[in-house]
Structures are given as C-alpha cells and as structure tokens.
Nanobody, 123 residues
Framework: QVQLVESGGGLVQPGGSLRVSCAAS????????MSWYRQAPGKERELVAVITSAGSRTNYTDSVKGRFTISRDNVKNTVYLQMNSLKPEDTAVYYC????????????????WGQGTQVTVSS
C-alpha cells in the first residue's frame, strides 16, 4: 500500500534553514508529480510546493517563493523541501503526497497521509 514517511523537521531560529524529506513507497514514484503541504495549529492544510514527475516544473505558494525549493530523486523515491530564510509563520507540520493537476490547480492524489514532520521556527 502507499506509504509516505516524512522526516527532517525540528526547531530552527528565524532566518535559519532546514531540509525535510519524504520517502515514498507502494506506487510508481517516478510517474507522479509530488507535493508538500503544511498545516499550522488551527488552520487548514495548505499546498506549499509541487514538482512534476521528471522534475522539470515546480510551483510554489506565494508566501514561500524565493525561500523554499522542492526537489526529488526518482532513484531513491524521495522528495525534498529545502527551506531557507525561515519565518515563525512557517511553523507547521509538513506532509508530502503525490499530486494531480486539474485545470490550473493541484490536488493530493492519495487520501491517506503520513505522520508529517514538525517544523518550528522560533527564537
């Protein structure tokens, strides 16, 4: 079955950097676009970044453009999110999922989610 295992979160000071990873299994990873979502306390889960199956195209939500970079390794079945210049408002649990594009929007492919990885930005 589909498994998504996020890791790499932690506590970081404002302005710092962190890289989170997601190891995927149970589906043909290289055939799917992949995405990162985040959910802050009391807020809806939001889409942060998407990368197409071959890694040729990426999309970011406006609040992270220029600071976050999504990448993938189709040999290791892993997707990454490099986060630089972190702000307190980036504090959230970060999740990955496969992604499907419909019209001009991206949606999560799988209904099940991993446990996520907590990112806390605080001094």
């Amino acid at each position: 079955q589909v498994q998504l295992v996020e890791s790499g979160g932690g506590l970081v000071q404002p302005g710092g950097s962190l890289r989170v990873s997601c190891a995927a299994s149970g589906f043909t990873f290289s055939s799917y676009a992949m995405s990162w979502y985040r959910q802050a306390p009391g807020k809806e889960r939001e889409l942060v970044a998407v990368i197409t199956s071959a890694g040729s195209r990426t999309n970011y939500t406006d609040s992270v453009k220029g600071r976050f970079t999504i990448s993938r390794d189709n040999v290791k079945n892993t997707v990454y999110l490099q986060m630089n210049s972190l702000k307190p408002e980036d504090t959230a649990v970060y999740y990955c999922n496969a992604a499907v594009e419909a019209g001009s929007r991206w949606y999560n492919r799988f209904g099940s989610w991993g446990q996520g990885t907590q990112v806390t930005v605080s001094s």
